[in-house]
């Protein structure tokens, strides 16, 4: 057994680092132990798929600027959190190590999703090390196969193609981004992809990769395309580690349910980040979000929490993309599924995006407009019926 803290957090990202700050902005003097299975320090992670790929990216500028040391924080990398004695407030690690606590913040993350059948050879974007593996796999080659037409697929894609490769895009979607976006800007996305030279394999799924040499791989697909690439990554999202709650009996229907201030069903326990499933009053519903401005905002809050504040985490978090030259902000609920309303300067290329449930606005999608956010969030939290919609173009274009 070690000495007891009073704050042990579980994880070595964005939330965790941000939940560093929320409690040292409470509590100057309490123990701190941070405790991840990565073996870096927490780091900004959105740029591992965009900036780090173009010229002049350097990875020593995605490092967080804590001083861990000035903040009496005491970090323990590389160790695995095995299992929670919520009775006794111990958190077991890793070759039997007991670490006694007072507050315990749960800030894991997820697992990538990963290919059926496991195929060896795959990189499953999520950290700094996959970027590092990755970005040595393609030192040397000009082909890359890239799984997946979400965020970090789409992104990806596009980074990899600015940085010289030649890419093959697989995705089973109709389309990039197919799930969030209106048919219209997917297929205009799509196409623009296509353009640009990445090669887009739409409605298809990988079924098998095989090594062909040491730095070399074919990738087949379901329509029995065989894709040579010295690279081959995959962002098919992620899976939120919640195994340490579940071992306590605890459902974590989609990650860890927390309440508005982020305590969970676990007494002293708190969740934070991509893990937590959080009330949403704007959104009248629960949700769980994988992005920055959340991890960042709601780390800070949970471990603000966590030291006296009581806090509601009301905030509706934004989030953000960069597609070659296509950038976007976005802010609640995106779901092609939406009714939507389409309001362009420039037809799929510069306008607005509304997203409307029961005639009110649930999410706004900005595309080559800046700084509309706090308005469309107003939008969306005053919940003012909309009706069909139509009365919001020029909203938020002007």
């Known amino acids: 057994m070690t000495a007891a803290y009073k704050y042990v957090v579980v994880g070595g990202g964005m939330a965790a680092d941000a939940a560093l700050r929320g409690i040292r902005g409470q509590d100057p003097n309490g123990t701190v132990l941070m405790v991840s299975q990565e073996i870096f320090p927490p780091y900004d992670r959105p740029p591992l798929s965009k900036g780090l790929w173009k010229q002049g990216g ?24 095995e299992r929670i004695d919520a009775a006794a407030h111990e958190l077991w690690l890793a070759g039997g190590v007991r670490v006694p606590y007072e507050r315990l913040l749960l800030a894991t993350g997820g697992a990538p999703r990963e290919l059926a059948g496991h ?4 990189t499953y974007f999520r950290t700094v090390e996959d970027y590092f593996r990755l970005r040595r796999a393609m030192l040397g080659g000009h082909e890359a196969v890239v799984v997946g037409g979400g965020f970090i697929g789409a992104e990806m894609a596009a980074a990899l193609t600015l940085a010289g490769k030649h890419v093959h895009l697989v995705l089973p979607e109709a389309g990039v981004l197919s799930r969030l976006l209106p048919p ?4 205009a996305i799509t196409e623009d ?23 070399s791989w074919r990738v087949v697909t379901d329509a029995g395309a065989a894709l040579d690439a010295s690279g081959v ?13 579940t071992a306590l009996g605890v459902d974590c229907p989609d990650g860890i349910v927390v309440d508005r ?24 519903r629960r949700m769980r979000m994988e992005h920055e401005d959340h991890a960042n905002r709601h780390g800070e809050c949970v471990g603000a929490n ?13 989030f953000y993309s960069d597609l070659f030259d296509l950038g976007f902000e976005a802010v609640g609920r995106l779901d092609s599924q939406l009714a939507t309303v389409e309001d362009w300067v420039e037809p799929q290329k510069r306008g607005v995006v509304f997203y409307l449930e029961d005639q009110h606005v649930v999410g706004v999608l900005a595309v080559d407009l800046w700084d509309r956010m706090d308005r469309a969030r107003a939008l969306i ?9 139509s009365r919001l173009r020029g909203r938020l274009t002007g």
């Open 58 to 81: 350097r990875v020593e500028n995605v490092w967080r600027s804590l001083d861990y040391n000035q903040l009496r924080v005491d970090l323990r990398l590389g160790v695995r959190a």
């Open 119 to 122: 195929p060896r050879g795959v």
């Open 184 to 187: 219209s800007l997917s297929a």
């Open 193 to 215: 992809y296509a353009q640009r030279g990445v090669t887009v394999h739409a409605g298809h799924q990988v079924t098998h990769v095989e090594a062909r040499g040491d730095d």
């Open 233 to 245: 990554v995959a962002g098919l999202g992620i899976v939120p580690r919640v195994d340490l709650m």
């Open 261 to 284: 201030l982020g305590a969970t069903a676990v007494e002293a326990v708190y969740a934070a980040g991509d893990v937590a499933n959080f009330p949403s009053p704007a959104l009248g």
């Open 306 to 318: 966590m030291a006296g504040q009581e806090q509601a985490y009301d905030y509706l978090p934004f």
């Open 381 to 389: 939290v005053d919940g003012e019926p909309v009706g069909d919609g």
